[in-house]
């Protein structure tokens, strides 16, 4: 194991966090089945009094993992230099079989704890716990990808040697290599940048259509949903080419150096907040008729339609502008 301030805060971090949310959705359990508002028992006031305690303790829970995934971008990063044939996140991660998957669990926390803090969020504006069982539904999913992200980056982060020799993001992301990678940055350039701009303008008027007319949320949610990897795809094949100016390099790691300005955290925090706020919408959206949610939610929704669209606007604004000023003409 390589010591590290940053990979010792994260185990620490991650294996708390994992711990409470393990224990939160143990204990929310009873509150699924036997909480009852029309129970004026003490018994459902001390269950109501814990749903507070407990849904206190996920929020901050979750927000953690939502910063754990860039804390973990960050000391992948920032150990490249511990390895031969690295040169950014890319070789660091290969250098252990378990670095790719650790970084694939900490994206499905990151989603699935966005979307439970917009449930919560949503949730503590009715005065009947309208969504309760919803969010404590989805607390489980939320604890077990906490669970397995802790789990796999431990193995990652106590795996990794100096001796290993491992292979640059030039040669993980070539065209020719058999990996799925490969297999992203080999995508016609062409084809993708016209899915890239259809999707982006089915967005824009599935969400301009919502918010004038209140319809059409369902095509906005899946749309929105279905833009995070279509996006990414899009930025590996072809967008991260005019950020590098090199037309053979497709890697989506080293932009989030300090050569390229730490662009790609503003640039993958957008993708993320546009999949995670647009998808809230499509969950949302079945109850907009409770009684508890009817004068906040329509509001709520319309703020959450703003927000994806401004994130995934970014996202776009800040790639075709490198296209625009980069020297690189494909």
Known sequence: MILSPAILALLAGSGLTAGLLAGAAVAGVPLLTRFDLTDGSERQLRRERRTYLISTCVAYAAAFELLSLFLFLAAADRLHPFFVGAMCAAGTLNA??????????????????????????ADSKGYDYPLLRLKYGLLPLVALASVAAAVSQTRYFLGLTPEVITSCCGALFSAAAPTVA????????RPVGVAFAAALLLLLGSGMIFLRRGRGGYLFAATAVAAFPLFLAAFISWFCLYFYELPTHHCPFCVLQREYGYVGYPLFLALLGGAVTGGGVGVLLPYRQRASLAAVLPRLLHRLVILSLGAYGLFAALCLYRMWVSPLRL
Do not use: N
Request: proline share 12%; aromatic share 12%; glycine share 6%.
């Open 96 to 121: 252990h079989p378990w670095g790719y998957p650790s970084l694939l669990m900490r994206l499905v926390t990151f989603l699935l704890a966005g979307l439970w803090l917009l449930l919560h969020h």
């Open 182 to 189: 490969a297999s992203l940055a080999a995508l016609p350039p």
